[in-house]
C-alpha cells in the first residue's frame, strides 16, 4: 500500500462524513481502490479509537458500494458516517467544568 492518504473528512455538530477522494489513487497499482478502501478501514479505526479514548461514544454507519473500474467511480465516495456524542462521565466529570 502506498501513502497515498486517500481521504477527506466532512464534520459536522454530532457527525464525520468520510469520503474517499479517488484521484489520489496509485492507478496503475490500484485499478479497483482495494488498497484505497483498506487505507480508509484504517484511518476510520483509528479516528474510532482516538474518539473513545477522548470520551466520545461513537456509532459508524457504512454506505453500501462495490469495487469498481477506474473508469467506473466518481472523484468523491462516501464511505462511512461516524455518529457521536460524548460520553456521560466526561460531561458530568469536574474536569470538564
Known amino acids: 500500500m502506498r501513502k ?3 481521504w477527506r473528512f466532512r464534520v459536522g455538530d454530532s457527525l464525520v462524513e468520510f469520503y474517499l477522494e479517488t484521484g489520489r489513487r ?4 490500484d485499478p479497483y481502490l482495494r488498497e484505497a478502501h483498506i487505507g480508509m478501514g484504517c484511518a476510520l479505526e483509528n479516528f474510532l479509537l482516538c474518539a473513545a479514548a477522548s470520551g466520545f461514544a461513537t456509532a459508524v ?3 453500501e458500494g462495490a ?8 472523484p468523491l ?12 462521565f466526561f ?3 469536574e474536569l470538564y467544568r
Open 26 to 29: 496509485v492507478r496503475g497499482l
Open 67 to 74: 469495487l469498481g473500474a477506474q473508469s467506473s467511480v466518481s
Open 77 to 88: 465516495q462516501m464511505v462511512a458516517r461516524v455518529y457521536g456524542r460524548v460520553h456521560a
Open 91 to 93: 460531561v458530568n466529570a
Open 61 to 63: 454507519s457504512h454506505v
Open 4 to 6: 497515498t492518504q486517500p
